[in-house]
């Protein structure tokens, strides 16, 4: 009989904690568990410092496996009882320790009941179960669970869960589990109970339980065989004007999946709650998804535009797991970009489907390029599935994310729209209900395409990005065009000497008349593009060459059309070039990319001293663009020789340039100074240059937007409104005080956030002296307006932490005493810390090192509440190697400061320890 002596004294406030030899998990140690549970009910009794949590398991022992043991997991757990088949376990009957609690000598058969009691309220960790602003929810991805009860906590365990849930009726009026609502009562103590089903087999990490406040927005939904599924979203009170979009969003994402994947929903009722503390974006759990309020909540007076298609993108995402993740889930955590990114591939898909295909992929290629690339060469490096991790947290990445959906993307192409559906059909009938690996995947495309993907599967082992170095020979007399790809990849940590992979290299021939198409002779065995004029190149070996015949004059090459693989692309592109591409391609990625490798080349000669972006060229870019402005508003924005309507996004997209961190990527060692001085001198040329053409566009872009009449969050207004602000940002920046009034006119009449919030930035960036008093009033104005909604408050910090002006790390600081912050909610934190050291790179990287001394306080200060989010925010620390000085050593020696800390995470600590080794 167990009691209050032998509890374990770990409380659940307390995260993980490692020391200095922490545990290294292989995928090569892989063992099926040792029991199955069949069925698991669990029973809550919720009180703030003292929940009481009761489970019966249905355990099974596996005959498959040779342990006799089950080792349960448990973190910061109080065992009361334990008790096997009815009979209460004796103290010496099993073993208790830190991270679970042993038992052997077990039957093949048996029911084992646990009595816990955790402490939600002092769990910062947003792990387990916690309080979120007074309303109980959980997280259980990937290892919480261990957190609530002592259970096996992995994915190939699944169980059928029953959850029943009492607490205080008053306070707790809600309460809500996986599956179907069976029945409620009322006990006479003023609380109430509820008990809930899911009938779907599932792993500990789908489990969710919520308690709280709330109320819903409603709605229902027709599956495809005819059943009704009621749809029900979650949120406080004053939130229920905001659940709009996201309901429009999940019936469009439903409709979706079952035209494109023929992928029904499967019970009744499709929850959705917003909860204010939140680790990540939003959780697929088994019929009750759990969404950080920045990704459910979007009403245009509040959320911008981007949050609005955040918004969709993560309903979509989420709701998609349904099958890619919950029917069909892993096996292990090393197989977690099997459910991660196909879900990004589907979820990307639908986004495209819904908006602009052209501007999506855009926005997905530069994510992909700027911070994915760089993980990939950086000392957290690691293949879409890793072999190994001290802490599965920080295995939440863009490589699994957003690599894994390119991997996905590459297979899709390979094999064809036709042949990938028949793939993802027979997988889903294959696996229902099972948990899986990588593998599984890869065999069932194959076996229902009849493709061989040998080769395609080292694309899951090998870590680092592929580079393509490409290089051209033309012979004027044939009219031969050689084209010659050698395909290499550097080494990245455990992984010094890489294999070819199989790179789909999509490409065409471009020339004054625009498309050539050609015979190639090289072209036998490489897949057809479904477009007529462009070649699919089916990159195999280290070196390989293709040739084109008969061209009437020296074309250029128009390469990776589409991003068609996640790869550096290499090709001396002169400015001339560059400038054919903008002018007659007919591919939108390829035509911004020349605008990135345009302004790329500029930089880099301003970098290296010389004068290029008030160079002749430089005028001429410039010149393109406004030339390109000039078009869309002699037709109304509405370019009818590329996709019609969306070119003003496009157009936005060129115009803003490449983004900080993309440039950074391309340096081997990073002047930091003079790369801030080359963006600057390039952002002011464009702005003074393009002052007249830019004016016309926004008046005339505010005007038609006027004529639209209410806001939409139609991809098309965005794209209007997207233009008119980035053009907005540059008149800003052109040095005329007698533009101030456009902003401050915008801000004041604004009727959406999109536009209040875009003129609040351009005003607070503004480098006129008598902008500043304005940028000021207009900051005070809105926190008055925005004080009681906590996203909009995000948005107010995050636009002072990037700002340009030069005391950002102050107000940063003096921020972080606001009323309005709080270090313990991870969305304040990302807006005000990540917002500086994420979106303020130039001052975050201040030669005297006071960025780097505010992030390593920060991580230090976090890691012992929320050791997930200090990691997360660590990640701009990890690329120093890749600075010159003095920021190289500086960045080492905050990481070493945080590394002597005592008892760090596993978390904090994988991440500190690989960037800091040899
Ligand atoms: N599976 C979630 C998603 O991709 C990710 C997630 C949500 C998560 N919360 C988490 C991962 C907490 C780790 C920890 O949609
Ligand atoms: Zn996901």
């Known amino acids: 009989m167990t009691d209050e002596t032998n509890v374990s004294s770990v409380s659940s406030s307390v995260p993980s904690s490692v020391s200095k030899e922490t545990n290294v998990t292989y995928l090569k140690d892989y063992q099926p568990p040792a029991f199955f549970i069949d069925t698991t009910d669990l029973s809550f009794d919720l009180q703030a410092d003292k929940t009481v949590v009761h489970s019966r398991l249905a355990i099974r022992k596996n005959p498959q496996s040779s342990s006799d043991m089950l080792a349960l997991d448990g973190e910061g757990l109080q065992l009361q009882s334990i008790a096997i088949d009815g009979k209460l376990l004796e103290e010496s009957s099993y073993q208790l320790n830190d991270s679970g609690l042993c038992l052997s000598a077990l039957p093949k058969k048996f029911v084992l009941e646990i009595e816990t009691v955790i402490d939600p309220a002092k769990n910062l960790t947003l792990e387990g179960l916690y309080l979120s602003d007074g309303m109980y929810c959980t997280q259980c991805e990937a290892e919480g669970f261990r957190r609530i009860t002592y259970y096996l906590d992995r994915p190939d365990v699944m169980s059928v869960f029953t959850t029943k849930i009492t607490a205080d009726a008053a306070a707790y009026p809600v309460l809500l589990s996986n599956g179907n609502f069976l029945e409620s009562g009322e006990c006479d103590d003023g609380r109430?109970?509820?008990?809930?089903?899911?009938?779907?087999?599932?792993?500990?990490?789908?489990?969710?339980?919520?308690?709280?406040?709330?109320?819903?927005?409603?709605?229902?939904?027709?599956?495809?065989?005819?059943?009704?599924?009621?749809?029900?979203?979650?949120?406080?009170?004053?939130?229920?004007?905001?659940?709009?979009?996201?309901?429009?969003?999940?019936?469009?994402?439903?409709?979706?999946?079952?035209?494109?994947?023929?992928?029904?929903?499967?019970?009744?009722?499709?929850?959705?709650?917003?909860?204010?503390?939140?680790?990540?974006?939003?959780?697929?759990?088994?019929?009750?998804?759990?969404?950080?309020?920045?990704?459910?909540?979007?009403?245009?007076?509040?959320?911008?535009?981007?949050?609005?298609?955040?918004?969709?993108?993560?309903?979509?995402?989420?709701?998609?797991?349904?099958?890619?993740?919950?029917?069909?889930?892993?096996?292990?955590?090393?197989?977690?970009?099997?459910?991660?990114?196909?879900?990004v591939f589907r979820d990307a898909s639908f986004s495209a489907d819904m908006n602009s295909p052209t501007v999506k992929r855009v926005e997905d290629v530069s994510l992909l390029r700027s911070a994915q690339f760089a993980e990939d060469g950086g000392p957290m490096a690691h293949p879409i599935r890793p072999e190994s991790y001290m802490e599965i947290s920080n295995f939440y990445t863009l490589t699994i994310y957003e690599k894994g959906a390119e991997v996905i993307r590459m297979m899709h192409q390979l094999l064809g729209a036709e042949k990938f559906r028949a793939g993802s059909d027979l997988y889903f009938k294959r696996h229902d209900g099972q948990a899986v690996t990588c593998e599984d995947f890869v065999l069932a495309m194959e076996a229902a395409s009849g493709?061989?993907?040998?080769?395609?599967?080292?694309?899951?082992?090998?870590?680092?990005?592929?580079?393509?170095?490409?290089?051209?020979?033309?012979?004027?007399?044939?009219?031969?065009?050689?084209?010659?790809?050698?395909?290499?990849?550097?080494?990245?940590?455990?992984?010094?000497?890489?294999?070819?992979?199989?790179?789909?290299?999509?490409?065409?021939?471009?020339?004054?008349?625009?498309?050539?198409?050609?015979?190639?002779?090289?072209?036998?065995?490489?897949?057809?593009?479904?477009?007529?004029?462009?070649?699919?190149?089916?990159?195999?070996?280290?070196?390989?060459?293709?040739?084109?015949?008969?061209?009437?004059?020296?074309?250029?090459?128009?390469?990776?059309?589409?991003?068609?693989?996640?790869?550096?692309?290499?090709?001396?592109?002169?400015?001339?070039?560059?400038?054919?591409?903008?002018?007659?391609?007919?591919?939108?990625?390829?035509?911004?990319?020349?605008?990135?490798?345009?302004?790329?080349?500029?930089?880099?000669?301003?970098?290296?001293?010389?004068?290029?972006?008030?160079?002749?060229?430089?005028?001429?870019?410039?010149?393109?663009?406004?030339?390109?402005?000039?078009?869309?508003?002699?037709?109304?924005?509405?370019?009818?020789?590329?996709?019609?309507?969306?070119?003003?996004?496009?157009?936005?997209?060129?115009?803003?340039?490449?983004?900080?961190?993309?440039?950074?990527?391309?340096?081997?060692?990073?002047?930091?100074?003079?790369?801030?001085s080359a963006i600057d001198t390039l952002q002011q040329a464009l702005a003074s240059q393009l002052k007249t053409v830019l004016l016309t566009a926004y008046s005339n872009l505010a005007k038609q937007l006027a004529a639209l009449g209410e806001y939409s969050p139609h991809a098309d207004h965005i794209a209007l409104r997207s233009l008119k602000n980035t053009c907005l940002a540059y008149l800003m920046r052109a040095q005329d005080s007698t533009l101030l009034s456009l902003a401050v006119d915008q801000y004041q009449s604004a009727n959406n956030m999109t536009d209040q919030a875009s003129a609040l930035a351009a005003l607070v960036n503004c480098p006129l002296a008598d902008a500043e008093s304005q940028a000021q009033n207009c900051l005070d104005q809105f926190y008055t307006q925005w004080s009681h909604e906590s996203l909009v408050v995000n948005q107010w910090l995050r636009v002072q932490a990037a700002s340009d002006k030069p005391n950002a790390l102050q107000r940063v600081e003096h921020l972080m005493q606001h009323d309005a912050y709080d270090n313990t909610n991870p969305n304040k934190v990302r807006s005000l810390i990540g917002g500086f050291c994420m979106g303020n790179i130039a001052q975050f990287h201040a030669d005297d090192g006071s960025g780097y001394d505010l992030l390593a306080d920060e991580v230090i200060r976090l890691d012992s509440l929320n050791p997930q989010l200090a990691s997360r925010l660590l990640t701009p620390l990890t690329q120093w190697r890749r600075f010159a000085t003095p920021q190289s050593e500086l960045m080492r020696a905050a990481l070493k400061r945080i590394a002597d800390v005592d008892s760090l995470s596993a978390d904090v600590f994988e991440v500190v320890s690989k960037s800091c080794a040899d």
Request: proline share 4%.
């Open 192 to 343: 109430h109970w509820a008990l809930w089903s899911d009938p779907f087999r599932k792993p500990a990490y789908l489990f969710a339980l919520v308690a709280g406040n709330l109320q819903s927005v409603d709605d229902s939904f027709k599956t495809m065989s005819g059943r009704n599924v009621a749809l029900k979203i979650y949120v406080e009170t004053k939130d229920l004007d905001k659940c709009d979009h996201a309901m429009q969003s999940l019936k469009n994402s439903m409709k979706w999946d079952e035209e494109v994947y023929g992928r029904e929903y499967d019970l009744d009722l499709f929850m959705i709650v917003a909860v204010d503390f939140f680790n990540m974006g939003a959780m697929e759990n088994k019929g009750l998804n759990i969404f950080n309020t920045s990704c459910v909540l979007a009403n245009p007076l509040t959320q911008s535009d981007m949050a609005f298609q955040r918004v969709e993108a993560v309903v979509a995402h989420e709701y998609f797991h349904n099958w890619s993740g919950n029917r069909v889930t892993c096996r292990d955590w090393f197989q977690l970009s099997l459910k991660e990114g196909f879900t």
């Open 451 to 676: 493709v061989d993907l040998t080769q395609f599967r080292l694309w899951y082992s090998q870590s680092g990005t592929p580079v393509l170095d490409v290089a051209e020979s033309w012979d004027a007399v044939t009219g031969d065009y050689t084209l010659t790809i050698d395909q290499s990849c550097p080494p990245t940590p455990g992984q010094n000497d890489k294999a070819p992979l199989i790179i789909p290299m999509q490409m065409a021939l471009v020339s004054d008349a625009g498309l050539q198409a050609v015979p190639c002779e090289s072209l036998k065995n490489t897949v057809a593009a479904s477009d007529s004029n462009d070649y699919m190149l089916s990159v195999t070996q280290a070196k390989q060459s293709w040739c084109f015949k008969g061209l009437a004059s020296k074309p250029v090459p128009s390469l990776l059309r589409g991003f068609s693989a996640p790869v550096k692309l290499n090709f001396a592109y002169s400015l001339e070039d560059l400038l054919q591409l903008l002018a007659n391609d007919n591919d939108g990625f390829v035509r911004w990319d020349a605008t990135q490798r345009y302004a790329m080349q500029m930089i880099e000669a301003h970098v290296d001293g010389s004068q290029l972006i008030d160079s002749v060229l430089g005028a001429k870019a410039v010149k393109a663009l406004g030339q390109a402005l000039t078009v869309l508003i002699e037709q109304g924005f509405k370019d009818e020789r590329w996709q019609p309507n969306y070119d003003a996004a496009l157009l936005a997209e060129k115009l803003r340039l490449p983004g900080y961190q993309y440039v950074l990527e391309q340096f081997e060692s990073i002047d930091i100074r003079a790369i801030e």
